[in-house]
């Protein structure tokens, strides 16, 4: 990247990170924060100087998508970050809820974060369903809800994240 190109990367951002998952959004509405996964990419997010808001939502199609249509109609966030629901069971549908609102797709996220976990765990790395894309201009990534993936994912997306918001943007 150019100088003159990299002076237009936006240096503080905010990024909404929506953990999707039963149990968590179970003990949310009953007053306790059991999300681990979300308040290490939140923290991480914060480490670099960024901004963050989390929320947790159960996994329902309906209640994602209205939580990352607000989140992306939200001026003031930059990108959305969700955690959770990738898996293959029955109630993991978070990305059969977001994909169809990617306007573009990032593949190769998903290939290389997979890439990562089989370099660190092997075989298992082939249920990873994560997903990447750009809605209403905005970077959206979806994330398993393994702290060792979100973590893998923290240290591939954010220090691209403001180049790809430039990107989106244009």
Same mark, same amino acid.
């Given at each position: 990247?150019?100088? !003159?190109?990299?002076?237009k990367?936006p240096k503080?951002?905010?990024?909404?990170?929506?953990v999707?998952?039963?149990? &968590?959004a179970?003990?949310?509405r009953?007053? +306790?924060?059991?999300?681990?996964s979300?308040?290490?990419?939140?923290? +991480?997010? &914060?480490?670099?100087?960024?901004?963050?808001? &989390?929320?947790?939502?159960?996994?329902d199609?309906?209640?994602?998508?209205? !939580?990352?249509? #607000?989140?992306?109609?939200?001026?003031?966030?930059?990108?959305?970050?969700?955690?959770?629901g990738?898996?293959?069971a029955?109630?993991?549908?978070?990305?059969?809820?977001? #994909?169809?609102?990617?306007?573009?797709?990032?593949?190769?996220?998903?290939?290389?974060? #997979?890439?990562m976990?089989?370099?660190?765990?092997?075989? @298992? !790395?082939?249920?990873? &369903?994560?997903?990447?894309?750009?809605?209403?201009?905005? @970077?959206?990534?979806?994330?398993?809800?393994?702290?060792?993936?979100?973590?893998? !994912?923290?240290?591939?997306?954010?220090p691209?994240?403001?180049?790809?918001?430039?990107?989106?943007?244009?």
């Amino acid at each position: 990247m150019s100088f !003159a190109e990299h002076r237009k990367v936006p240096k503080r951002l905010v990024v909404a990170v929506l953990v999707v998952s039963d149990k &968590r959004a179970a003990a949310a509405r009953e007053g +306790r924060d059991e999300d681990l996964s979300g308040k290490i990419f939140e923290e +991480r997010i &914060r480490e670099i100087g960024h901004m963050a808001i &989390r929320k947790i939502v159960p996994d329902d199609p309906k209640k994602i998508r209205g !939580a990352v249509r #607000r989140f992306i109609a939200d001026k003031k966030i930059d990108a959305v970050i969700t955690t959770g629901g990738t898996g293959i069971a029955k109630r993991d549908v978070t990305i059969e809820t977001v #994909r169809p609102m990617f306007e573009k797709e990032l593949p190769g996220f998903g290939e290389i974060l #997979r890439r990562m976990g089989y370099e660190k765990v092997g075989t @298992p !790395a082939l249920l990873t &369903r994560a997903a990447a894309g750009i809605v209403k201009r905005k @970077p959206v990534f979806c994330l398993p809800g393994a702290p060792n993936a979100v973590e893998a !994912a923290a240290g591939l997306i954010l220090p691209e994240l403001g180049h790809v918001v430039k990107h989106a943007r244009e």
